[in-house]
């Protein structure tokens, strides 16, 4: 009875951390989403919004280092500076009224809460993988396995769910959804990466 329990509690316990790290990750997003249609307007449609965080993060590093600021460095051989290095620059720049920057502040903002984004979806699936590994075998093989054996994996995984724990009567089916959840984001992660951005908000 208690090994039951402890079944149902565990994967109650990882599903509510999953929505947890989805709540972070949707409420970054909306902020990110409504600050890059800002920059859109502000860069005069230099920068568009792309649909992945790579393809957005190389746009915005590009919209940086081709403003009136980033030329003046290169120009005066700064090239190896940090992000906080141009921050600072960019603030005393504003303080003097050198040049128009907000945008290119945004931009840094953002980039950076795209990192952000990143981050938590990273945690999320280190998360879920190692609290999983507790409840299935081979749950860990995801990481290295060739993108063609994804399918054989999956199906023996959720084979596993269903002679351990639904024949069982271990687990109900709400319990099995979200495993199937959490199972979902583990695969989608390792075979297409960080999510797709959503172009509208």
Request: aromatic share 12%; proline share 0%; glycine share 0%.
């Amino acid at each position: 009875m208690d090994n039951i329990k402890n079944i149902k509690d565990e994967i109650l316990e990882i599903f509510t951390e999953k929505q947890n790290y989805d709540e972070k990750y949707n409420s970054l997003m909306f902020d990110f989403l409504t600050k890059a249609y800002e920059l859109v307007e502000l860069s005069e449609d230099l920068y568009q919004v792309e649909n992945t965080i790579k393809l957005n993060q190389i746009s915005l590093k590009d919209y940086i280092l081709n403003s009136e600021i980033c030329n003046f460095l290169k120009k005066n051989n700064f090239n190896n500076y940090s992000i906080e290095d141009l921050k600072e620059y960019m603030q005393k720049c504003e303080n003097q009224n050198i040049s128009n920057i907000a945008s290119y502040k945004l931009a840094l903002e953002l980039y950076e809460k795209l990192e952000e984004i990143k981050n938590i979806e990273n945690l999320k699936i280190d998360y879920e993988i190692s609290q999983m590994g507790n409840l299935l075998d081979n749950i860990n093989n995801v990481k290295n396995i060739d993108k063609d054996k994804y399918q054989e994996l999956y199906k023996d995984i959720l084979q596993q769910v269903k002679v351990k724990y639904l024949d069982n009567n271990l687990i109900d089916n709400k319990l099995n959804e979200y495993l199937v959840q959490i199972l979902n984001d583990i695969f989608n992660y390792y075979l297409y990466g960080n999510k797709k951005i959503p172009l509208e908000i």
